[in-house]
Every structure is written in structure tokens, then in C-alpha cells.
DNA sequence: CTTGAATTGTCACAATTGTTACATTTGAAG
DNA sequence: CTTCAAATGTAACAATTGTGACAATTCAAG
């Protein structure tokens, strides 16, 4: 079922009637891809916009020898390589694969630039997306620049703690993991370590900061 | 020494002469700091773009107890936080501190949408500085999502060599290192165990890829 | 062809993290 | 208030990576 233009975060906030307007005026394509084809290979030049408006693809590095490397899921709605339009590097780095019947739209570069000219907001929306990106990007590779696990955690527990000493984990342990690039028990452990040292009283997801001082001085080793 | 505004990335292409004649038509300031003070505090709301045209500053993160954790140095001429002036989030994360004396180009968010309105050029310019920003961050990221230091040294070769299978390291094991976050020796180790299993042969910078398919097998463990 | 600083090779041992497994507790649904 | 799946606590052992140190080699400058 493909969804309503509206709902396309690029054109979000502007009003139905006015995205056939604006189509209307510029060049555009339209494209189905069956499940499994596929849609862009790695090296091909990224200079269109892709709209993914139906359907899943996902992406994977694929090397001389045919094996392929999973990259992420990508679900409708969903802009494909916002940050390749643009950037320095116009080169797909991943084949972009149909995981179920997928459809797009396509627009030229020099249309999109077009587009932003004609609607603001467009503009507005597609500076928003991609440096929404950067920031996503951004945020999680704050965490790899801390040395160890226990600093990752002790970095991210004053964060959400804000200026509260006790608070309740919004993520699971899983999700932790995931965030910082480990095990599942690694975290359970280091909080545990962390709380034998008496920095912090954990107690399943209740999370009491006792020496928010010394924490934050592991956030350096 | 303050730099040309020609040589300030989002005004790249644009001739000095056209940059005057913008900047006349839109609201801007320019603003000095001293030494050691601070540019931006944490918290505060982005809604300006910084242009650092003269020295050097620091992003540090501060917290209640006052201690702060270096984020990164930025040094003219350069564009400040701009995934932060349209993205979803619009809060500084860090405080900004002149390292030297500095000066600055700001300008509201709403004029430099007029000023993208007025000149294609920079609005390009500014895409691009966003999208290769975004493209940065995502191939450093890459390598944070291989499981083990040889996994990510395998894509790495894989990827530095291109269709051939005998070629130099252009950077050195210290910068891989930092690359790949993990410390020196443990990069020519991972070097060593790939060797010694038959996968490659490394003598100084000089690589032989001697089994491609297990190589890549590598990048999946 | 020297020379010396930078880079790389290598080692032993410490520290951290992964893996697997299972018991315990929680929290949402009925 | 039960019940049960999901999440968490915890343990033992394996594997990986960090640390610090020093020797060997490279490479660029003279």
C-alpha cells in the first residue's frame, strides 16, 4: 500500500494539493522494483534523490568476490542517500537492494534543487533530514570515543540523569548493548562494578546517582 | 589574521565581490571573543550559524560538577554546529571556548535562509558542508559495527585494495589505530594473525592480499 | 651514503569484554 | 491476583585488547 506524499518527511507540513502543485511543475519519474532486484549499485553516481514511498530495501557492501555485507534496513518513507546528493562524495558506497516489492520516486538533482526553490519549506524539510542524520550520527559515535565500557556508561548515566540523582533506564540492557557496541552482560557487569564502587545504586531499571563527582571523572578513563 | 570570506567554505565559488554584495543584503553581526571565553553554553538554542573566520575553539561538554570532557577542535575557517541549526534537535550539546583570540560571522537562521534564497551557490555550499559531514560520520561509524579489530582491518584492506592484491598502506598503523579506536600494537597484532593465517602478507606498508574470499569471510566475525 | 627520527615488529602480562548458561525478578495481560 | 514472557542478575571461563617496553627497520634530510 503506498503511502499518502504527505506523510514523506520531505514533504511534511506541506499540504497535499500543494505537493501535486509542486510535482507538477518539476521532472519526475515514478519506478517499481520487483522483490530481490536491484536498485542502486554500489559505484553508480548518486546524483537523483530516491523517495522510497512503498516497501523495504536494505543496504549491503558487496566485495569482488560476491560475498555481501549487511549495512541497515530501510523502510518506507524513507529519503535514500540524502547525504549523497550534496556531499563531497557523489559515489554510492552500497548496492540498495528490494527486500519486498519496493516503488520511488525519483528526482533528478538539478529538480530537487528546483523544488527547494519553489517551496521553502521543502527546502526546510530536506535540511532537516539530513542534519537530523548528522546529529543521529553524531550521538552514537560520541559513544566509541570513550575508552572503556564503564566510561561509556557512567557518561551516558548523567546524561539521562539531568539534573535528577535518581531516575528510572529508558532502554533495556539490550538496547544499551547495542548502543555501546557490546555484549549484553557486559552491561549488566559494568553497572554492577559501578555500584560496587559505590558511584551509583542500581536496582533493575532504579537508578540512583550517589557520587555524581567520581562518574563523572570516569567519563576520562 | 582573518581569513577571506572566499575562503570560508560556504562561500566557495562565490566571488568576493558577490559575497560583499549578499552579506549587504542580509542581517548579520560580527562578533570577537577573548581567549579563553566562551562562545556557546551547552543548552543554548541554536538558531544562528557561526562562522568562525579567525582563530581556534574548542567543543567541550560540562558537566554539574564542573568537570569537561574535550570534544573536538575546530579551526577558521569553519561553519559551527550546522547540523544543529535545522535538525530536530536545536540545542548546543557542548560549550564552545575560544582557544585563541576568534572571531565570528553570525547570522540568524531565518537570514540564512534568505541568503540561500538569494544565491543557489550557497545554498549548495551549505548542502554540502552538511552532507559530507554526514558522510564522514557514517564511514567512521562503519567500522564501529565489525565485531573484532580483525574483522574491521579485513574491510579495510579489502577496501584499500581495490581490484588489486598488491598495494601500500597510505596511512600509518598509529593512525589506524586511532581509526579503528583501539591501540597501536593491537593493530600490527591483528596484522600478524592474518598473516600467520595465510590471509595476507604484510611486511611494512607493503600488503599482499593471498586469500581475498577468507579475507572478506573475516569481515562477518 | 649517513644519520636520526619516525614507524613498525614483537613480547609478556594486565585488564576488559565476549560467551554461554541459568536463576531471579519484573511488569503487562488476562 | 495469577501467569508468563521478557528483562535482569550473576557466574565461570574463553578470547580479545590494552599497556609498556624495547628492538628492528624504514625513510627522508642532509
Avoid at 535518581?166 to 554492577?192: K, M, T, Y
Amino acid at each position: 500500500m503506498e503511502i499518502k506524499l504527505s506523510e514523506i518527511p520531505l514533504f511534511k507540513n506541506v499540504q497535499e494539493s500543494d505537493i501535486q502543485m509542486l510535482l507538477s511543475g518539476i521532472v519526475f519519474q515514478r519506478k517499481t522494483y520487483a522483490e530481490g532486484s536491484m536498485v542502486v549499485s554500489q559505484g553508480d553516481e548518486c546524483n537523483r534523490l530516491l523517495l522510497l514511498v512503498e516497501g523495504t530495501v536494505k543496504g549491503e557492501m558487496i566485495s569482488p568476490a560476491g560475498k555481501s555485507l549487511k549495512i541497515e534496513d530501510m523502510q518506507a518513507p524513507y529519503a535514500l542517500a540524502t547525504a549523497f546528493l550534496f556531499g563531497k562524495s557523489s559515489i554510492f558506497p552500497v548496492n540498495i537492494i528490494a527486500v519486498t516489492e519496493v516503488s520511488f520516486i525519483i528526482i533528478q538533482r538539478q529538480e530537487v534543487i528546483r523544488l527547494f526553490q519553489k517551496s521553502e519549506q521543502i527546502l526546510l524539510n530536506y535540511l532537516s533530514i539530513i542534519s537530523s542524520r548528522a546529529q543521529f550520527l553524531s550521538e552514537k559515535l560520541r559513544f566509541h570515543s570513550f575508552k572503556s565500557l564503564k566510561a561509556k556508561i557512567a557518561f551516558y548515566l548523567i546524561k539521562e540523569a539531568g539534573k535528577d540523582n535518581s531516575f528510572r533506564l529508558l532502554q533495556s540492557q539490550n538496547e544499551l548493548a547495542e548502543l555501546f557496541g557490546v555484549a549484553r552482560p557486559s552491561v549488566g557487569r559494568a553497572f554492577l562494578v559501578l555500584q560496587e564502587e559505590g558511584l551509583i545504586d542500581i536496582r533493575y531499571r532504579q537508578v540512583e546517582i550517589l557520587d555524581r563527582k567520581r562518574l563523572i571523572e570516569y567519563c576520562n578513563e
